[in-house]
């Protein structure tokens, strides 16, 4: 039997507060996570830089002069310290984090869901409930209304931030080894954008680089009236960080992320009772709003 609406809005309060708490929790976690995810990144931006040049192109890093190389290797290492520090900007407050995306950070469910990867019931009743909100709220142009929806989206918006930070840094990394003459320098803007998203081979016992095959095609030298179009296959070692390699390869990373998906679990429990008091205080108010318009009048 559905309770009276006020105890239905005391309970759905109740799981506010719960829901906040939680909230506060996943800052504090999450702000140890970026700390440790932002170490590990430094130190495998400079290792991927550094088999790039060795066991990628070594021919290409011989021919540089000492001081080319010592460019190098410095550029290498501001990058990897400035990736180090844009990572843990990523974390911002839970309210201000969740009204605005940026507009460069696409969506990318694939990726959420591998990185806290719980099916449940209670996960399907989460995304049900946020679902139907975010609905309503783009019919109405109006942000997040409930702490629940607040925290999720907030969230969903951290974890593509951190995804497409790591894709940033790999895409400034191969521009910075391109323009080192260690890539070659007729690779195109987009291929390197390509690079540090794409789904290529990774480079077999060295996490974070990327193997990939490029078809070039070239207008024929022939003075033919009919140009054929030479097709030459170019091979490409590219620094690609990778947020699972990344967790997997380092205990401190991984023992973070395992209490992130924890508390996503206790989020999801949360949501499934959260769901079923909404759905109550919907048919209440109803029953309700029923009575005060039904006439027994014929």
Known sequence: ???????????????????????????????????????????QLILSGYHVCTQGY???????????????????????????????????????????????????TEFFQEAIDLP?????????????????????????????????QWQEHLERAIVQQLRTLSRETNRLLQQSEIL????????LEAAAKAEGDPVAGTPNLLNLLIE???????????KELSAAILHVVAVQLRLTELE???????????KLRDLKKRLQILAKDYQKKQTERAIAEAQVMWRSTWSNDE
């Open 1 to 43: 039997m559905v309770g009276s609406i006020e105890q239905i809005r005391q309970t759905l309060a109740t799981l506010d507060k719960k829901i906040e708490a939680i909230g506060e929790e996943f800052y504090s976690t999450y702000s140890g996570y970026l700390t440790a995810l932002g170490q590990v990144v430094q130190q």
């Open 58 to 108: 070594p021919e290409a890093f011989l021919k540089l002069s000492l001081s080319q190389r010592q460019h190098l290797q410095q550029a290498l290492k501001t990058l990897a310290k400035r990736g180090q520090t844009e990572l843990v900007a990523c974390l911002k407050p839970i309210a201000s984090g969740a009204s605005e995306p940026s507009a460069d950070i696409m969506p990318n």
């Open 120 to 152: 449940s019931e209670a996960e399907n009743a989460l995304e049900l409930l946020l679902n139907a909100a975010r609905a309503k709220r783009n019919a109405q142009n109006s942000p997040p209304s409930t702490p629940l929806e607040v925290l999720v």
């Open 184 to 191: 070659p320098k007729h690779l195109p803007e987009p291929v």
């Open 216 to 226: 070039a095609s070239e207008k024929s030298s022939e003075p033919d009236e009919k």
């Open 248 to 258: 997997f390869n380092d205990p401190a990373v991984m023992t973070w992320r395992n």
